[in-house]
């Protein structure tokens, strides 16, 4: 079954009992018992839930896995990861993560005793030289947010593989449809659902793919022992997003590659960020291991902060908001808004300048995109 085939079929076959083609939306906390302990499948809704189930296997199958688990948003999904661990134990985080991410880590996490060292995982000796005994995982994102650095995820499973100890990547900016990094090498597979998967801005969730069984009844284990689930609604939007993912993708895929190139050239623009560009440190890697580049760009304006605040109120199509992978295109200033939890002095170092903003662009027509974009840009106060 090829990829789109399975995005309409895995998991979702018609309901039995009615013949409905689409997975019903089991809205329901528990199930009748025959007999104390005798069951169909299902004890309570934390633990399985069939609309969760039909999304876990869809999903899953579409990035090459053997197993998945919903989670009630993309952070739930990370800290259902992180609760594998124990004080003192260390994980690797690229620098350049979603903020949350970091927020989780640093915050959260590392209060409880968990270490974290933090390197540029598009350099994987920086990965190797950053390994300790107590080691526990690398978690990487590819592209990253928002200054779109690729890591070569194959190289960096050669070392966890080595290392004996686990990668994960958050593929919330590629989707399955364009990156699998289970095939490369990962070893759990993250998704922010709420983006490109559901893709309507309609929902929060998050998803694990893995294709160890050990590693997938740890992890289910600890999905109804933490208890960070999706409800039946939430999955079923979210099941009913990842039919048409296939489509949408290769839409956005289109206006973004065109609009990249478009604004590499506009005089009012510094430089765009977007792995489409032959100018692209990370072009070469992202062509070999994964099928297109992705919706998301990072664009310096020139004029600085006033210039880069005036764009991003002065679109019409392009709504200022938070998020991304939506239908709707949407812009966002990332050291005001997604990433003002980073330090002012990191955010510097790593290049999130203040005229930095991110475009998610969406799959409205490109001509209406473009002027859009060309009308903000050229706006004078
Ligand atoms: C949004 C996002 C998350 C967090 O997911 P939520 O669903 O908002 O909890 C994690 N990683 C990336 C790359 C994201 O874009």
């Keep these: ?21 689409v997975v019903p939306i089991y809205q329901t906390s528990t199930y009748a018992q025959e007999d104390a302990g005798v069951h169909k499948g299902h004890e309570y809704t934390r633990t ?28 739930g999904a ?11 134990d260390h994980v690797i985080c690229g620098d350049d993560v979603y903020g949350g991410t970091f927020r989780l880590f640093d915050k959260v996490f ?25 080691t526990k995982l690398v978690w990487m ?6 200054l779109l650095k690729i890591s070569d995820i194959a190289a960096l499973a050669a070392i966890t593989r080595e290392a004996k100890i686990l990668l994960a990547v958050d593929n919330t900016f590629m989707s399955p449809a364009l990156q699998r990094p289970l095939e490369l090498g990962a070893d759990i597979v993250m ?48 099941l009913r997003g990842l039919k048409t993912l296939a489509v949408r993708i290769a839409a956005h895929e289109r206006n973004a590659t065109a609009i990249a190139a478009w604004l590499a050239s506009h005089p009012e623009v510094e430089g765009v960020l977007h792995p489409s560009l032959a100018s692209h440190p990370g072009h070469e890697i992202q062509k070999r291991q994964a099928s297109g580049f992705g919706g998301v760009m990072s664009v310096r304006v020139r004029g600085g902060l006033e210039a880069a605040r005036r764009v991003c109120r002065s679109t019409r199509f392009f709504f200022l908001a938070e998020s991304l992978g939506g239908v709707e295109s949407l812009i966002e200033h990332p050291a005001i808004m997604t990433h003002a939890s980073i330090p002012p002095e990191t955010r510097a170092a790593l290049g999130i300048t203040d005229n930095l903003i991110r475009l998610s662009v969406g799959i409205e027509h490109l001509d209406d995109l473009q002027e859009d974009l060309d009308r903000a840009l050229r706006a004078r106060p």
Aim: hydrophobic share 35%; aromatic share 8%.
């Design 191 to 238: 998704h922010s659902t709420t983006k490109y998967i559901g893709g309507h801005s309609d929902v929060v969730g998050g998803f694990l793919a893995v294709s160890d069984p050990d590693l997938h009844t740890r992890l289910k284990f600890l999905q109804n022992a933490v208890g960070a689930v999706p409800g039946p609604f939430d999955s079923w939007l979210t």
């Design 141 to 146: 994102e590819t592209p990253t947010n928002p």
């Design 110 to 134: 590392r209060h409880l005793g968990l270490e974290f060292t933090y390197v540029d995982t598009s350099k994987p000796e920086a990965v190797r030289a950053a390994l300790r005994p107590r």
């Design 1 to 21: 079954m090829r990829f789109e085939t399975k995005a309409i079929h895995v998991g979702q076959d018609p309901d039995p009992s009615t013949g409905a083609v």
């Design 48 to 75: 399985s839930n069939p609309t969760r189930d039909a999304l876990q296997q869809c999903l899953a199958a579409l990035e090459g896995g053997s197993f998945g688990l919903a989670f009630g948003s993309g952070l």
């Design 78 to 88: 990370i800290t259902t990861v992180l609760t594998m661990f124990a004080a003192g």
